[in-house]
Every structure is written in structure tokens, then in C-alpha cells.
T-cell receptor, first 115, second 117 residues
Framework: DVKVTQSSRYLVKRTGEKVFLECVQDMDHENMFWYRQDPGLGLRLIYFSYDVKMKEKGDIPEGYSVSREKKERFSLILESASTNQTSMYLC??????????????FGDGTRLSIL | AQTVTQSQPEMSVQEAETVTLSCTYDTSESDYYLFWYKQPPSRQMILVIRQEAYKQQNATENRFSVNFQKAAKSFSLKISDSQLGDAAMYFCAYRSAGTSGTYKYIFGTGTRLKVLA
């Protein structure tokens, strides 16, 4: 089974801090994703990566950056945390083949609170 | 741009009964994939069922089946013989299949399903 591991289930940080959320997958997937989940808004894509050192902005990249130095690891960085970034963050991974209905595989999520 | 709409924020069903969750989407593409994901309370999101747009036959997975109406751009999920473990948030998702399309998934806002004993 695919395993996507997020480093923390719960995290509390202060406004202005630099915050790192880590995600590791063990299935050699090319693609990795960071989503933000808020009630009534569903999942919104922050960033995704289709290869090592490659990244693309999603729908809500402002205030975030990402890093993918190794294929299995995809980090989300909040450069200067703000209270409106309090949310549930989900990491996902998947194969790159476009011609097949490949699903995404999700981590357990990190519930981040910015005080 | 593609959009996915789930118009039912919350649904309830009696245990052992059948419930249908609605999903509509908008796209100009002819080739794409559709998914239903389940997110139980405080647990990981998992795939429930998937459908390739080029297939006319509706996908089924045990008690879960879809009603895929391509012309109407509708993709509803039917859960038969509902069980307490089916209580969760359900998300409908769209993904382009063409080589010129992005690999991004577009998610709906979710439907919270309650199962009543």
C-alpha cells in the first residue's frame, strides 16, 4: 500500500514564524501536492510538483513556498505565518501517467493553528 | 477552467438504506477522469470509486456505484445498504486526461454524510 506520511498531525505556531510542513511518500510517485482544506471550501491546491526541483503554483500559492529536493519528500513552507493560514493541510502523491485514471494518495493531514 | 460542484453540504441516511450524493462539473474537454473520495472523521482521505469519461458503463465497487451522465456533466455516487462506517465527508474530483491538460485535480466542496442507526 502507498504510504504518505505527514510529519505532524497537530501544530501550533505564532504569527510571523516560519513554518515547515513535511511530507514523505514511499511509492516513487513523480507527482506530489499540497492542499489546504477549509469548511465549505473543499480542497484548494496550494502547490504541486511533478519532479525533483520542479514545482507549479496551484490556486492559492500566496504566502507559501515549497521545496522538493528528493523525489520522496515535498515540503510546504509558510514564510511568515499569519492567522488566516490556520487550516488543515493535506499532502498527496500520485503517478504521472496521464492516460490512466490514477488516483491521488493522501496523508493524514496536519491541523495547523497560527496564534 | 474546470469546476466541480457539490450542491448538498450535508446528507443523512438511515442504516441499511440507499443514499445518492450529487456532483456536477463543467469542462470543455472530452477526455477526463472523475473520482469520489471519502474522508472519515479525523482519518485519511481514501479513494472510493473512479470513472473514465470514455467509458459508458458506470463504475461499481461493492456497495458503491456511480451514475455518470456525460452529456449532463453529472457524476452522482450511490451508496447501497448504508453502514455506520460510511459516515464521512465525500469529495467529488475531476482530472484532465489529455496530454495538453494539467495534471491538477479539481475538488468539490464536499458532502458530509451522516448515517443514522
Amino acid at each position: 500500500d502507498v504510504k504518505v506520511t505527514q510529519s505532524s498531525r497537530y501544530l501550533v505556531k505564532r504569527t510571523g514564524e516560519k513554518v515547515f510542513l513535511e511530507c514523505v511518500q514511499d511509492m516513487d510517485h513523480e507527482n506530489m501536492f499540497w492542499y489546504r482544506q477549509d469548511p465549505g471550501l473543499g480542497l484548494r491546491l496550494i502547490y504541486f510538483s511533478y519532479d525533483v526541483k520542479m514545482k507549479e503554483k496551484g490556486d492559492i500559492p500566496e504566502g507559501y513556498s515549497v521545496s522538493r529536493e528528493k523525489k520522496e519528500r515535498f515540503s510546504l513552507i509558510l514564510e511568515s505565518a499569519s492567522t488566516n493560514q490556520t487550516s488543515m493541510y493535506l499532502c498527496a502523491s500520485g503517478l504521472a501517467r496521464r492516460s490512466v485514471a490514477q488516483p491521488q494518495h493522501f496523508g493524514d493531514g496536519t491541523r495547523l493553528s497560527i496564534l | 477552467a474546470q469546476t466541480v460542484t457539490q450542491s448538498q453540504p450535508e446528507m443523512s441516511v438511515q442504516e441499511a438504506e440507499t443514499v445518492t450524493l450529487s456532483c456536477t462539473y463543467d469542462t470543455s474537454e472530452s477526455d477526463y477522469y472523475l473520482f469520489w473520495y471519502k474522508q472519515p472523521p479525523s482519518r485519511q482521505m481514501i479513494l472510493v470509486i473512479r470513472q473514465e469519461a470514455y467509458k459508458q458503463q458506470n463504475a461499481t465497487e461493492n456497495r458503491f456505484s456511480v451514475n455518470f451522465q456525460k452529456a449532463a456533466k453529472s457524476f452522482s455516487l450511490k451508496i447501497s445498504d448504508s453502514q455506520l462506517g460510511d459516515a464521512a465527508m465525500y469529495f467529488c474530483a475531476y482530472r484532465s486526461a489529455g496530454t495538453s491538460g494539467t495534471y491538477k485535480y479539481i475538488f468539490g466542496t464536499g458532502t458530509r454524510l451522516k448515517v443514522l442507526a
